[in-house]
Each structure stands twice: as structure tokens, then as C-alpha cells.
């Protein structure tokens, strides 16, 4: 069955130091997987989004995404994370077919000073 | 960018009342979807509707859910009646086409409160 997993609930990092999230997906064929973040009383929004192609996404604030075939991963990266990245982060797999979303339950990210 | 809004933020009702929440999709958007957060949960897909029908539901749509977007208004849930299960954040998308680059936009939950 499809699904997709974000092995870490709860990320804390220092402003400026680099990030990773990480995601895993399960999923019959080529998904397409997408990155969203979650600001406090928002709705979701797309950070970026994985079409078959180019395995490196860029995305919106500095973030990119590897898809990675042999691994059945999506993982998240910024290189300098800022105070205003705190928030929820989101991946998710579309489905082919009714083009429903899979979501993973979330990573919270925290930053520091 | 475009935005799907959703009313109340917040609704909380005695069990086995009636409730319906409102989305307002974006303007030129076809495919609309409800999912269904749980606390502490993974957000999950309950129904997705074109052109006035159902296209698919899970097994969390229950039969005491219902969908409608009457005249292009809002894009609603009605859960009649309410068990305390329901109690979750419910979130609304819309899309303007299915696949492709399509992506879904979401809007912000309503928090639903079932006592």
C-alpha cells in the first residue's frame, strides 16, 4: 500500500545551521511527491514538488528535495535555516488514479537561536 | 497566491448535532477534496468531487458524511450526526484539473470539536 513516513516528529536546529528532513515513501511505480509547509492557524503551502525528471528540486525559500529511486526517499535540505522556517513540514506522495494525497504525519521544526 | 479559505477556524458541538464546514476553493478550480487530521496524526484523504459528484471516498467518509457544492457557492462537509470521533482538524484543497502539474492548494482547517 502506499505511504509515505517522516521518521522524525520533532527537529530542533540553530539559526543558520543547515537542515535536513527526512522522508520515505512507499509507493508502486514513479510517484510524484511534494513538500509542504504549515505556519501556525495557515493552511499548507507548497514548498516544492518532485515530477519525474531531474532528482534535485528547488523549491521556494532556499529549500531543495532529493528523490532518491533506491532509497524510496524525498528528503528535505536548506543549507541556512532562518527563524521564520519554524513550522510544520509536510510530504506527501500523489496518488495516480484519483490523485488523492498520502501524507506523512509531519515533522515540527524548531529554531534557535 | 491563490488560497482556499475555510469557516469557521473553529466549531465545537455536542454529539450527535449536525455540522457543516465551509470551504471556499479557489476561483477557477474544478476538483475539490476534503482530509481529515487527527491530533498528532497523519492528515488523511476522506472524499474528492467534480462536477457535482462524488469521484471517490475513503473509508473514513462515513455514511453520516455527505458533500455538496450547490451553485458554485462553498464546497461543504456535513456530518449529521456527530460522534466524538469526528472531533479532528478537517482540511479542504482544490485543484484546476486532475494530474499533470496540478498541484492541490489547501486551505487552513477548520478544528472541529465533538463533545
Known amino acids: 500500500a502506499q505511504s509515505v513516513t517522516q521518521p522524525d516528529a520533532r527537529v530542533t536546529v540553530s539559526e543558520g545551521a543547515s537542515l535536513q528532513l527526512r522522508c520515505k515513501y512507499s509507493?508502486?511505480?514513479?510517484?510524484?511527491l511534494f513538500w509542504y509547509v504549515q505556519y501556525p492557524r495557515q493552511g499548507l503551502q507548497l514548498l516544492l514538488k518532485?515530477?519525474?525528471?531531474?532528482?534535485v528540486v528547488q523549491g521556494v525559500n532556499g529549500f531543495e528535495a532529493e528523490f532518491s529511486k533506491s532509497n524510496s526517499s524525498f528528503h528535505l535540505r536548506k543549507a541556512s535555516v532562518h527563524w521564520s522556517d519554524w513550522a510544520v513540514y509536510f510530504c506527501a506522495v500523489r496518488i495516480t488514479g484519483n490523485y488523492k494525497y498520502v501524507f506523512g504525519a509531519g515533522t515540527r521544526l524548531k529554531v534557535i537561536a | 497566491g491563490p488560497k482556499v479559505l475555510q469557516i469557521p477556524s473553529h466549531q465545537i458541538i455536542d454529539m450527535g448535532q449536525m455540522v457543516t464546514l465551509n470551504c471556499d476553493p479557489v476561483?477557477?478550480?474544478?476538483?475539490f477534496y476534503w482530509y481529515k487530521q487527527i491530533l498528532g496524526q497523519q492528515m488523511e484523504f476522506l472524499v474528492n468531487f467534480y462536477n457535482g459528484k462524488v469521484m471517490e471516498k475513503s473509508k473514513l467518509f462515513k455514511d453520516q458524511f455527505s458533500v455538496e457544492r450547490p451553485d458554485g457557492s462553498y464546497f461543504t462537509l456535513k456530518i449529521q450526526p456527530t460522534a466524538l470521533e469526528d472531533s479532528a482538524v478537517y482540511f479542504c484543497?482544490?485543484?484546476?484539473?486532475?494530474?499533470?502539474?496540478?498541484?492541490?492548494?489547501f486551505g487552513p482547517g477548520t478544528r472541529l470539536t465533538v463533545l
Open positions: 484543497a482544490s485543484s484546476p484539473r486532475l494530474g499533470g502539474h496540478a498541484e492541490q492548494f
Open positions: 476561483s477557477n478550480h474544478l476538483y
Open positions: 518532485y515530477y519525474p525528471g531531474d532528482p
Open positions: 509507493y508502486f511505480g514513479t510517484p510524484y
